[in-house]
Every structure is written in C-alpha cells, then in structure tokens.
C-alpha cells in the first residue's frame, strides 16, 4: 500500500485519433511498466474490436512507478472511453481522479468530443493539465492550438506543455507535472470502506471484476462486503491492480485504484457508479454521490436472418449482457420477421458495437431496424412510454408526444459554418449560442431532436464540413413534438418493420423515400404489388411493382435439362431466403437494404 | 423404349456473342479426325444399346454442315448399321444458311437427312448483326427456296426474338417473313443471356442492355397469335409445327425417353442416369482414339430430381400434370389467376403460364 502524498490518480481526455492510446504506449515504456519485448502498439486496448475501430470501449486503469525527486510514486492512469455514448461511464471515470490530461492534437486543435469531456472534468472537479501532442508533426500550430487550449482551461500560454506520443518527446516532463500539480487524493485509513466501481468486465473463469478506485477505507482480499445500488453482499476473492497485466495485492489503501475479483456472475449486480462498502457495522452511511442506472438511448429491433436462430440469438445477448450493464433487450414480434428482440442501446456506437459482436463471434445473420429513439406518449396523466414504431398509437387518441433532446456541441472550421447552420436547421434545430474559438474556428450549440441525429446527421456533418467538423452532445430532456407514425404497407397490409415516427413535415417526403426505396428493393411478383406510405388511415406515397410476366427457360434439350434442374434448384433455395408479408415475397437483401441507416464511421 | 441418337458436331464459321453451346471456330483441321471419331465412338457404344430401337437420329451443333455431305452421309450409314435404327426414323440436321447450296441439300436429303433446322433467327439486318450472325437475310430465303427446289419437305426455322435493337414491330416482319417462306416447323427462342458468353460480359459490364423481359413477353405473345392464325400447333414453349411435324427427337428429351449423345460434350440419358462426353474437342478425339469411352461425368437422378423434371417437361410441353399429382388448394391460386388450366384430368399452363413456368415448376413440384 502506497501513502497517498505518493499517489495521483489522472486520466486522458482526448478527441478520436488525437494520439490517447499512443501517448498511453510511451507512458508505460517510459515507467518500464511493460517489458521492451512485450510492448504492443496501443497496449491498453485489449479487445479485437477496440484494435481495429482505434477506438476504447472498456475503460482500463494501469499503476505505473516513477521516480521523482528521490521518491517513488505510484501514478494510477485511467483510461476513459472517448465517446458521447459513454457519457456517464466517462462520469465515473473520471470521478476515480483528481487530474486529468487534457490531450489535443496540435496538427487539428480543440474538438466538440475534447470540449465535452473537459467540461465534464472541471465539473468534476478535476485539475486540468493542457496538453499539446503531435508535436512532430510538420502540420502541427503550436502557438495556434496553444492559445486556444491555454483560452480554454483559463491558463497561461507557459503552462501549455508539449509532446510527441510518437517520439516521446516531452512525455518525460508530462509525468513530472503530472506528480507535480494532480493533487494526491485525500481519505483515510480508520474511515468506513468506500470505494467507487468506475467500470467492470466479465471473465469466463473469474466472473465479473469489479474496477475500483479506493475513497476512504481499506479494501482487503477476502473482506466481505457490500454493494449499495445493487444491494448485494458478496466477498472479494481477489483485490489486485494492472500492472499493467493482473497482480494480486492484500489491500488497497485509500486513494488506490485497482480491481476486485467478485466471483458473481453476473455483472447487473456490479453496477458502473456503485459504492462498495463493507457488511455490518463497518458499513459507511452515505454512498458516494453520482450513481445512475444506464439509460438505454437508441432502440432497434435485432431478429435473426434465417428464421431458425432466435435461440441462438437470445443466448448471445444473454452472454453480452453479461459484461455490459447498459444492454437491455425485451422480445419482440414482429409480422415481418418474426421472433427477436427490441434491443436498447446507449447510442449509435453502442449499437453498432453490439450487433458486430454479435455476427462475429457469434456467427449470427441479422436484420436489424432502423434505430429509434424512446417517445413519451401522454395521455391525462398517463404516460407510455414506446419504444417500437410501430406501436406508437395513432394520432387523435393522445394528448402529445414527447421526445427527447439533446444539446449539441458543434466545432467547425468557420468556411463551413453556413452548412453546419444549415444542416441543424434541417433537422430541426434551435441554436443555442456561438462562438469564434479563434478567427477560423466556431463553438455552436444546438438544442436537436435526438431523433435526427441518430439517422445520417454524423455523416452529413462530416461531407459538408470535409471531415473538419467534431459533434458532441449530452441529453436535453424530453419535448413535445409534432410526430407522427408513417406506415409503409405491402400489396395493404402494413409491416410492422418499416413503420417509423418522424415529425409530421417531414412525414410525407419520408414515406415517398421509404415507397421509392422499397420499389427498387421487392421483387417483381405473380402480381402488382402496391407500396404505400400512410399516415393513420391517409395514404401519401404510392409506388407498384408490376407483376413479373416472363419467368421461364426458353430452351430445354438433351445435356441441358440437368442444367435448367439445377438453375430451378437453385431458385427454390433463393425462395426459401424469401420472408412472406401478408401475399408478397420480400428476400432479406430486401428488408437490410431498406432499414439500413447508411452512417458510414459512427463515432 | 424409343430411344433417339444426338450427333454433336462442334464446328462454326464464327462463334456468334450469345452462344453458350459447345461450338468453335477455327478448328476445321480436326474435321477429318473428328468424323472418325464419331465413328469410334458409336462402335464402342452400340453394344450397350443393342436391341434398343432408335426412332430419330438429330445431328447438331455447333454447324453439322460445316462437314462436307460424305462425311454426313457416314455418320448415318454407320449409325443405321451399328443401331436398330427403325426405317421410318425422323433424321434431322441442322443448317446454316450460309453453308447449304441446292447440290449438298440435294445430297444431304439423298443421304438420308429428311428433316432440316435452319438457322435463321431473323429476317432483320440489324437484329442479325447484333447476334453477330454472318448471313443476311437474303441467305435464309435462298437456302428455303434450294431446300424446297431439292425436295425438303420438312424444314425448321429457328428465330431468336429480344436481342438488343429489335421491337415488337420488327419481330412481326421476322414472324411474317418466317411465315411466308412456309416452314412446317418453328421454334422462337427467347434470347437468354448466359454469363460465360461476350454477350454476358458486356451486359454484366453494363456495356449493353439486358433483353427487357416484359417486351420478350409481349414477343412471345405475338408469335403465340401470329403462328397460331398461321395455322401451327404450339406444342411446346418455343416450337410450333403444322399438325404431324413436330420433332420427335425432340420429344424424344421432353418425354424422358432414353437417348444416345456421340460427339464432344453430349449427353445421353437412360433408366435415370445422365452421362456426358469430355467437352473440348481435343480432350474428346484423344480418349476415343485411345480405345476409351470419352465421358466426362455422370448423374444418377435421385427420384426426387426425377420428378422435378418430369413436372417441369410435361408443363413445358403442354401435355400439363395430373392434377392427382397436386394439393387442390396449390393448384387454385394459379387456376384462379389463370396462369393453368385444367384440360380433362391434367393441368397445363395458359399462355401467360408458360411466360411463368419457373415458378409454376417451383409451386407445383417444390
């Protein structure tokens, strides 16, 4: 156990691609926290997904030793997630801290994401060290993104410090400022056990581990204790800390950052923001503030490609949801595609993480729906709450509909300002307020729909802005809107699958995509095939699919009959792949193209 | 069972872009070795189809009469001598305009060869381009006159309607033009476009059209009204013929009777079982001058497979199924939207069921 004069506990705030896991590499070279022969580029990033996407999902504390000034101190780093899904669980991240670096890349300056989570950290509580990385770079503004940082923290030019993850260059003097001006944490060793659980992961032979970060108290292997949001008394089989691999330790003192082994098995019962005290009278009276449960943000239907793996599917996610709290999934039947599961996310990354572990290591075929967002249907004083288009009542028999808001955090070069002003107006934006950053870059704010910036808003931002724009944004409550459910039915009967809600000005221009959309994508039949577009009992978009009329092999002689049995066969197998709508054969190719929300890199 | 011989004789002038058919150009020199062959080989076989009688004999190509008369004239005299070959036998051949003249048709029907498929496809100019075809339309009228002059009475036309640049009007003069030459059989074939051919490269390329089936259909119900009112039977998808001159060889596929393929890549069928020859020509004159039976691969129909085909040929020579074979309540929906009907005890497709058969195959028999 460390003294806590001898211990700081910060993490890095960085935009996407601002060099974070970089950095984070020669951090543990420089403290040899990491043998030459095993370093491994972005060490810290373990999961296959995280490596590919350069991206962090699971956050990850690493002690690392350093000496300074004839004294060893042990520096705890905790890696945040980055993106705006993972809003609270960077909350909790950064409440296991007492510094954190704020990380920009001198080559591209302040992002909308940096500015978030800076502002989350000072609201934290947090010191703010700025820092410059990239330094090496012949594109990198020193000055420039030095006065822009030094603006935003509210410091001096000189307390800027500058360094290059890539060559190591002033990373060196990083950590001696780090042990300098984080403060050491505060608590005591006689107070009640209080430790934070910032995040956690599951372990096929250990079960959940629980990471933690020490306040008060002594939290001790085998100490039975006790979990105050979940209510749980378990035991800890094993305290240890990331070093950066697993070592066991018999305590952690106040101030430490570590894991615990808890042996559970199911990781809902070690809940992200908890407070681990212990059992009976060492118990602590008051948690620690800053819990909440996940809230799922986006929702989409998931339902297996082929009719058959609905089991399958339902043990995946089971699986999933061991090691990630924030999943919640109901099941869902859909006339279109049957048996699946309405599925909440955090956001659109979250979702998009999700079904990819799903088709890859589970090896599912999967037709997912347009994601939605959670509407407040009010009726008197009764609220429902929908989160399946197609189960949201019609008009006339509510009193309105809410939906939720988010502000906005906009960045972008001033020469794209007209379009990003353009674009939030689009989609129903208010702005907020405006900035100048300097004399080429601009701060908006935004009050949007959620709703319109989980369709293609991301995407749009970054083509009219050439990549330049960021986007952040945080939850604004709910409003009452204007919405409306556009059905879109088949030869007429409705499917249930392409039902949405969108704001009644836009409902009509949205049913004649979807109709357009769909009459390239459904398959000439034995019949003409109506596809319509409603709004309650009004039709406002038509399309038809004539009837197919020549399906036939024209010839058919002595060695070609095998052949024509072959194509036949083969087209039977392309009928079984067919998902029947009322009278109408609709392949899967179909219902993926139609629903697909084309987001390109969603971070 | 009356079986039927096919005579594969792989030979063209020109490989025309939409053809998939084992056939090349440029190989003339292996002519000789290849009649030879085709000689080998129905020795070899004959034994295992001794006592079989044979009631058509169908050479094709490929272009047969890229071969000279005499050797043709072999071919037949060995097949008569080798099979139980009956006396009245449909012997048919297949010609290119623009390899017949009046003395070889006069010859080829003294050898033997009473019926004739002609080639023709159109009496467009500019749809026969667009098949790469090398004769005019001018050639198919001068090899109908010299085949009637040497005395055919039984000749064939074949057309092929939906190439790109041709319109449902320029398909009624083909359909006329065919008519008025008077031939006492017509197949009218709808263009397919087959991947491996330069015709499916360029349209998989987008470098041309795909044949728009809608029009294709109307074609078909054109000729359908047109060789009707002229007096032909349709009595399969793409053949018509004046009342006793439909192919019996052909039928011969159609009713799953046994036959016989000689030649490089033929097929041939019996009790359920489909082999076929090793497809490029050289492959095929090694292993039969090396003594061996020159196959290439084989099928043994499961009954499953059997059926399927056996549906799917009876619908496509509107002989139709026994309704017996199907659910009532299959067989309704296509009754009702008259894409079948029911003649006697049997369903057979419409005309506008025809344009459909796949799927009818696919509803009736899947």
């Given at each position: 156990?460390?003294?806590?004069?001898?211990?700081?506990?910060?993490?890095?705030?960085?935009?996407?691609?601002?060099?974070?896991?970089?950095?984070?590499?020669?951090?543990?070279?420089?403290?040899?926290?990491?043998?030459?022969?095993?370093?491994?580029?972005?060490?810290?990033?373990?999961?296959?997904?995280?490596?590919?996407?350069?991206?962090?999902?699971?956050?990850?504390?690493?002690?690392?030793?350093?000496?300074?000034?004839?004294?060893?101190?042990?520096?705890?780093?905790?890696?945040?997630?980055?993106?705006?899904?993972?809003?609270?669980?960077?909350?909790?991240?950064?409440?296991?801290?007492?510094?954190?670096?704020?990380?920009?890349?001198?080559?591209?300056?302040?992002?909308?994401?940096?500015?978030?989570?800076?502002?989350?950290?000072?609201?934290?509580?947090?010191?703010?060290?700025?820092?410059?990385?990239?330094?090496?770079?012949?594109?990198?503004?020193?000055?420039?993104?030095?006065?822009?940082?030094?603006?935003?923290?509210?410091?001096?030019?000189?307390?800027?410090?500058?360094?290059?993850?890539?060559?190591?260059?002033?990373?060196?003097?990083?950590?001696?400022?780090?042990?300098?001006?984080?403060?050491?944490?505060?608590?005591?060793?006689?107070?009640?056990?209080?430790?934070?659980?910032?995040?956690?992961?599951?372990?096929?032979?250990?079960?959940?581990?629980?990471?933690?970060?020490?306040?008060?108290?002594?939290?001790?292997?085998?100490?039975?204790?006790?979990?105050?949001?979940?209510?749980?008394?378990?035991?800890?089989?094993?305290?240890?800390?990331?070093?950066?691999?697993?070592?066991?330790?018999?305590?952690?003192?106040?101030?430490?950052?570590?894991?615990?082994?808890?042996?559970?098995?199911?990781?809902?019962?070690?809940?992200?923001?908890?407070?681990?005290?212990?059992?009976?009278?060492?118990?602590?009276?008051?948690?620690?503030?800053?819990?909440?449960?996940?809230?799922?943000?986006?929702?989409?239907?998931?339902?297996?490609?082929?009719?058959?793996?609905?089991?399958?599917?339902?043990?995946?996610?089971?699986?999933?949801?061991?090691?990630?709290?924030?999943?919640?999934?109901?099941?869902?039947?859909?006339?279109?595609?049957?048996?699946?599961?309405?599925?909440?996310?955090?956001?659109?990354?979250?979702?998009?993480?999700?079904?990819?572990?799903?088709?890859?290591?589970?090896?599912?075929?999967?037709?997912?729906?347009?994601?939605?967002?959670?509407?407040?249907?009010?009726?008197?004083?009764?609220?429902?709450?929908?989160?399946?288009?197609?189960?949201?009542?019609?008009?006339?028999?509510?009193?309105?509909?809410?939906?939720?808001?988010?502000?906005?955090?906009?960045?972008?070069?001033?020469?794209?300002?007209?379009?990003?002003?353009?674009?939030?107006?689009?989609?129903?934006?208010?702005?907020?307020?405006?900035?100048?950053?300097?004399?080429?870059?601009?701060?908006?704010?935004?009050?949007?729909?959620?709703?319109?910036?989980?369709?293609?808003?991301?995407?749009?931002?970054?083509?009219?802005?050439?990549?330049?724009?960021?986007?952040?944004?945080?939850?604004?409550?709910?409003?009452?809107?204007?919405?409306?459910?556009?059905?879109?039915?088949?030869?007429?009967?409705?499917?249930?699958?392409?039902?949405?809600?969108?704001?009644?000005?836009?409902?009509?221009?949205?049913?004649?995509?979807?109709?357009?959309?769909?009459?390239?994508?459904?398959?000439?039949q034995l019949f003409?095939?109506?596809?319509?577009?409603?709004?309650?009992?009004?039709?406002?978009?038509?399309?038809?699919?004539?009837a197919k009329?020549?399906d036939?092999?024209?010839?058919?002689?002595?060695?070609?009959?095998?052949?024509?049995?072959?194509?036949?066969?083969?087209?039977?197998?392309?009928?079984?792949?067919?998902?029947?709508?009322?009278r109408?054969?609709?392949?899967?190719?179909?219902?993926?193209?139609?629903?697909?929300?084309?987001?390109?890199?969603?971070? | 069972?009356?079986?039927?011989?096919?005579?594969?004789?792989?030979?063209?002038?020109?490989?025309?872009?939409?053809?998939?058919?084992?056939?090349?150009?440029?190989?003339?020199?292996?002519?000789?070795?290849?009649?030879?062959?085709?000689?080998?080989?129905?020795?070899?076989?004959?034994?295992?189809?001794?006592?079989?009688?044979?009631?058509?004999?169908?050479?094709?190509?490929?272009?047969?009469?890229?071969?000279?008369?005499?050797?043709?004239?072999?071919?037949?005299?060995?097949?008569?001598?080798?099979?139980?070959?009956?006396?009245?036998?449909?012997?048919?051949?297949?010609?290119?305009?623009?390899?017949?003249?009046?003395?070889?048709?006069?010859?080829?029907?003294?050898?033997?060869?009473?019926?004739?498929?002609?080639?023709?496809?159109?009496?467009?100019?500019?749809?026969?381009?667009?098949?790469?075809?090398?004769?005019?339309?001018?050639?198919?009228?001068?090899?109908?006159?010299?085949?009637?002059?040497?005395?055919?009475?039984?000749?064939?036309?074949?057309?092929?309607?939906?190439?790109?640049?041709?319109?449902?009007?320029?398909?009624?003069?083909?359909?006329?033009?065919?008519?008025?030459?008077?031939?006492?059989?017509?197949?009218?074939?709808?263009?397919?476009?087959?991947?491996?051919?330069?015709?499916?490269?360029?349209?998989?390329?987008?470098?041309?059209?795909?044949?728009?089936?809608?029009?294709?259909?109307?074609?078909?119900?054109?000729?359908?009204?047109?060789?009707?009112?002229?007096?032909?039977?349709?009595?399969?998808?793409?053949?018509?013929?004046?009342?006793?001159?439909?192919?019996?060889?052909?039928?011969?596929?159609?009713?799953?009777?046994?036959?016989?393929?000689?030649?490089?890549?033929?097929?041939?069928?019996?009790?359920?079982?489909?082999?076929?020859?090793?497809?490029?020509?050289?492959?095929?004159?090694?292993?039969?001058?090396?003594?061996?039976?020159?196959?290439?691969?084989?099928?043994?129909?499961?009954?499953?497979?059997?059926?399927?085909?056996?549906v799917?040929?009876?619908l496509?020579?509107?002989?139709g199924i026994?309704s017996?074979w199907v659910e009532p309540q299959t067989a309704a929906p296509f009754l009702e939207s008259g894409l079948l009907r029911r003649a006697?005890?049997a369903l057979v497709p419409t005309e506008r069921g025809m344009l459909l058969l796949n799927e009818l195959v696919l509803a009736l028999a899947g």
């Amino acid at each position: 156990m460390t003294e806590t004069s001898r211990i700081r506990n910060f993490c890095i705030i960085a935009h996407i691609d601002h060099g974070k896991s970089t950095l984070a590499d020669r951090l543990l070279e420089l403290t040899h926290a990491v043998a030459d022969r095993d370093m491994r580029e972005q060490y810290l990033d373990k999961m296959d997904l995280e490596r590919e996407r350069g991206i962090t999902i699971k956050a990850q504390a690493v002690r690392l030793t350093h000496q300074a000034g004839g004294q060893t101190y042990e520096l705890n780093l905790i890696d945040t997630p980055g993106h705006v899904d993972f809003t609270y669980e960077v909350s909790r991240s950064l409440a296991a801290c007492e510094g954190a670096v704020l990380l920009v890349d001198a080559a591209q300056g302040i992002e909308a994401q940096t500015l978030a989570n800076f502002h989350l950290a000072r609201d934290a509580g947090l010191v703010i060290l700025p820092v410059l990385n990239k330094i090496d770079l012949p594109a990198a503004d020193v000055e420039g993104t030095a006065a822009e940082l030094a603006e935003l923290v509210g410091c001096e030019r000189d307390d800027v410090l500058a360094v290059s993850g890539k060559t190591g260059e002033g990373v060196t003097a990083l950590l001696e400022t780090v042990i300098a001006k984080v403060p050491p944490p505060e608590g005591s060793r006689s107070d009640p056990l209080r430790a934070l659980i910032f995040d956690s992961s599951f372990d096929t032979y250990r079960g959940v581990i629980a990471y933690v970060r020490v306040k008060d108290g002594v939290l001790r292997t085998r100490a039975k204790l006790h979990a105050a949001a979940a209510r749980m008394d378990w035991e800890a089989e094993e305290a240890g800390v990331f070093a950066p691999e697993a070592v066991p330790v018999a305590e952690l003192g106040p101030g430490e950052v570590g894991y615990l082994v808890t042996g559970l098995k199911d990781v809902h019962q070690v809940k992200v923001g908890d407070t681990i005290t212990s059992q009976g009278r060492d118990r602590a009276h008051e948690p620690l503030p800053g819990y909440r449960e996940p809230k799922p943000m986006v929702w989409s239907g998931l339902f297996p490609a082929e009719g058959g793996d609905y089991g399958a599917l339902r043990d995946a996610l089971d699986r999933l949801k061991l090691n990630d709290a924030a999943l919640v999934f109901e099941p869902e039947t859909s006339g279109a595609l049957g048996f699946g599961f309405r599925c909440g996310f955090l956001g659109l990354l979250h979702m998009d993480i999700v079904k990819e572990r799903l088709e890859r290591e589970f090896g599912l075929e999967l037709i997912a729906t347009a994601p939605n967002v959670e509407f407040h249907v009010v009726r008197g004083d009764e609220t429902i709450v929908v989160h399946n288009p197609s189960e949201m009542p019609h008009a006339g028999t509510y009193d309105r509909v809410e939906e939720p808001m988010v502000l906005a955090t906009i960045i972008t070069p001033s020469d794209f300002l007209g379009a990003v002003l353009e674009l939030c107006q689009g989609r129903r934006g208010e702005m907020v307020d405006m900035k100048y950053l300097s004399t080429t870059r601009v701060e908006v704010h935004y009050h949007l729909p959620l709703a319109e910036i989980i369709f293609d808003f991301f995407d749009q931002l970054k083509s009219k802005t050439r990549g330049y724009a960021s986007l952040d944004y945080e939850s604004w409550g709910y409003e009452a809107s204007e919405l409306v459910r556009v059905d879109v039915l088949l030869h007429g009967e409705p499917v249930d699958a392409f039902s949405s809600v969108v704001h009644r000005d836009k409902a009509a221009s949205y049913g004649r995509a979807m109709v357009e959309r769909l009459r390239e994508l459904i398959p000439r039949q034995l019949f003409d095939v109506a596809i319509q577009a409603s709004i309650g009992s009004r039709i406002v978009a038509r399309e038809t699919v004539k009837a197919k009329r020549k399906d036939v092999l024209a010839k058919c002689y002595g060695g070609d009959i095998t052949r024509k049995r072959k194509l036949l066969e083969q087209q039977k197998k392309g009928k079984a792949r067919l998902r029947r709508v009322g009278r109408v054969d609709v392949p899967q190719e179909a219902f993926i193209a139609a629903l697909r929300v084309d987001q390109g890199e969603r971070r | 069972m009356s079986a039927g011989i096919y005579v594969h004789v792989p030979f063209c002038l020109t490989r025309c872009g939409y053809c998939d058919f084992n056939a090349y150009a440029g190989l003339d020199h292996l002519r000789p070795r290849y009649v030879r062959a085709l000689l080998a080989e129905a020795s070899l076989a004959a034994a295992a189809w001794d006592g079989e009688e044979v009631v058509s004999v169908f050479l094709g190509g490929g272009t047969p009469t890229t071969l000279d008369a005499a050797d043709l004239k072999a071919v037949l005299v060995h097949l008569r001598e080798r099979f139980a070959v009956t006396h009245d036998a449909e012997v048919t051949i297949e010609a290119n305009p623009d390899t017949v003249d009046a003395p070889k048709l006069t010859a080829l029907l003294e050898s033997g060869f009473e019926r004739l498929s002609m080639g023709a496809q159109s009496f467009d100019t500019a749809v026969l381009a667009s098949l790469e075809r090398v004769h005019g339309p001018d050639a198919v009228r001068r090899a109908m006159a010299a085949a009637r002059e040497a005395g055919h009475a039984n000749v064939s036309l074949d057309l092929i309607y939906g190439a790109q640049g041709e319109s449902l009007a320029s398909w009624e003069r083909t359909l006329r033009e065919a008519i008025a030459l008077a031939p006492e059989h017509v197949s009218a074939y709808a263009l397919t476009v087959e991947p491996s051919t330069p015709l499916g490269r360029q349209i998989a390329l987008g470098a041309r059209p795909a044949p728009d089936p809608d029009l294709q259909a109307d074609m078909f119900g054109l000729a359908c009204q047109l060789l009707g009112e002229a007096g032909y039977g349709h009595y399969e998808v793409s053949n018509w013929a004046r009342p006793g001159f439909e192919c019996r060889h052909n039928l011969g596929y159609w009713e799953r009777r046994p036959y016989l393929g000689l030649g490089a890549g033929a097929h041939s069928y019996r009790d359920d079982r489909r082999w076929w020859n090793v497809r490029p020509p050289e492959d095929y004159l090694r292993q039969v001058e090396a003594g061996r039976v020159p196959i290439g691969g084989e099928e043994r129909l499961e009954p499953s497979d059997a059926y399927l085909e056996e549906v799917f040929l009876r619908l496509r020579i509107l002989e139709g199924i026994p309704s017996s074979w199907v659910e009532p309540q299959t067989a309704a929906p296509f009754l009702e939207s008259g894409l079948l009907r029911r003649a006697d005890d049997a369903l057979v497709p419409t005309e506008r069921g025809m344009l459909l058969l796949n799927e009818l195959v696919l509803a009736l028999a899947g």
